[in-house]
């Protein structure tokens, strides 16, 4: 309620500011007085309310939610009387740097219990001080505090601060997050391995990428942002590479570090260095087609066999109808070649047959299947996969038998 000078209600609601300490949360009171804070965090906290020309007889009241979910509370404005000639008065007006109005910020008279909150224009007023030299605090959560020494207040006169400029508190930047975890192990090597790395905020990219280190040395790409141009972000991503000069090598621990010059978007630079690893898997199958579970799988004898794809050489002599099993086992023989990647140099098995229509296989490929000499040993074997077939699938003819096609190949 607002009391005027003479105990009687003023409805100068659109007038008053209410906030809730400890929170950026403001509101102006309804045409009847009411206010309302929703979504606000388990907590004790303070309201103030504030209006030119009236004050609140208590410095503050406080509502414990706890454990409670809501909380009633009146507050009360009074008119303040025309100050006596013992008393002066401290004004002035509160903005953040871009110029905007800051309203709610709370300003108090060091050393008593005088206090007052900036209006909707940033203006405000603390009355009633005392003669004397005076040191006025200026906060506003998010906001460095300012603090103004020297105000002098003299008797039934008011001061001027000026204006006030409040600048955003300043934290610096720090990691969050990474992907693979620091101390991942049997991290698979693809032909691009992405490592993410979330920062607390938007970061510069070029400061970024200066600060990255990998060790032991190794090629890989840096981005940072969401495609845009010159833009920060808050992730940054990594990219290594599984073949070529300077690829990933297997059961290696790389450690990637990011120095503290890294720096966010005001120029802030991290507090201080960040570090972590991860340690790459053994050779192995990084991937089939069709993938294990996938269903209404077309395939064909001569187009669309079944693959299945190493990041490594495998010994060519090591595979064969033998080591790659198949269930059901219809009668047909499968015909089983390999091939190696021109550039990267690994393998990729085929399996091709007459495959029967709305069928459930499962293939397992076995522990003898070798990797080429001095390249260690396959991790994921025996390696099994399933997927069922299209009703639409051909069976379609025999075809050649993969003692024929060897044949065909050395000829």
């Not at 219809?330 to 690994?346: E, K, M, Q």
Request: proline share 6%; glycine share 10%.
């Amino acid at each position: 309620k607002m009391i005027d000078a003479q105990g009687e209600e003023v409805r100068r609601y659109n007038e008053a500011l209410v906030a809730l300490e400890g929170t950026e949360s403001l509101t102006i009171p309804g045409e009847t007085g009411e206010f309302t804070f929703t979504d606000v965090p388990p907590g004790e906290y303070g309201i103030i309310a504030v209006a030119a020309g009236f004050q609140m007889p208590e410095k503050r009241i406080t509502v414990d939610l706890r454990t409670a979910l809501t909380a009633q509370v009146e507050l009360i404005l009074t008119e303040v009387r025309a100050p006596d000639s013992q008393t002066g008065a401290v004004v002035g007006r509160v903005a953040f740097a871009n110029g905007a109005v800051a309203a709610g910020a709370q300003i108090g008279v060091l050393g008593t219990s005088l206090m007052a909150l900036s209006g909707r224009e940033g203006e405000f007023a603390v009355r009633n001080i005392p003669p004397g030299t005076y040191a006025l605090a200026v906060t506003l959560q998010g906001f460095k505090r300012v603090e103004l020494p020297g105000i002098v207040v003299a008797a039934d006169q008011e001061t001027e601060t000026g204006l006030i400029t409040l600048e955003p508190e300043v934290s610096p930047p720090f990691v969050l997050s990474t992907q693979p975890a620091d101390g991942e192990r049997d991290v698979v090597v693809r032909r691009v391995v992405p490592v993410q790395v979330r920062f607390s905020q938007d970061m510069d990219a070029g400061s970024v990428r200066e600060a990255l280190r990998v060790t032991p040395p190794t090629r890989f790409g840096a981005s940072i942002g969401r495609g845009r141009p010159g833009g920060g972000d808050d992730h940054l991503t990594l990219e290594f590479y599984g073949t070529g000069e300077g690829a990933l090598a297997f059961a290696t621990t790389y450690r990637i570090t990011i120095g503290n010059s890294a720096r966010d978007l005001l120029g802030v630079p991290m507090e201080k260095p960040y570090a972590f690893s991860f340690t790459t898997g053994r050779a192995q199958i990084i991937q089939t087609w069709p993938a294990n579970g996938e269903t209404d799988v077309y395939l064909t004898r001569l187009d669309r066999p079944v693959r299945i794809e190493f990041n490594a050489p495998i010994q060519h002599d090591s595979v064969s109808e033998r080591e790659i099993t198949l269930r059901p086992n219809d009668g047909d023989v499968p015909d089983v070649y390999v091939t190696d990647d021109a550039n990267s140099g690994w393998s990729t098995v085929y399996v091709r047959k007459a495959w029967k229509p709305g069928t459930r296989y499962t293939v397992t490929v076995s522990t003898r299947v070798r990797i080429a000499k001095g390249r260690g040993q396959l991790t994921n074997m025996p390696y099994t996969f399933s997927f069922t077939t299209s009703e639409r699938n051909e069976t379609g003819g025999r075809g050649q038998s993969s003692e024929s096609r060897r044949r065909s190949r050395e000829r």
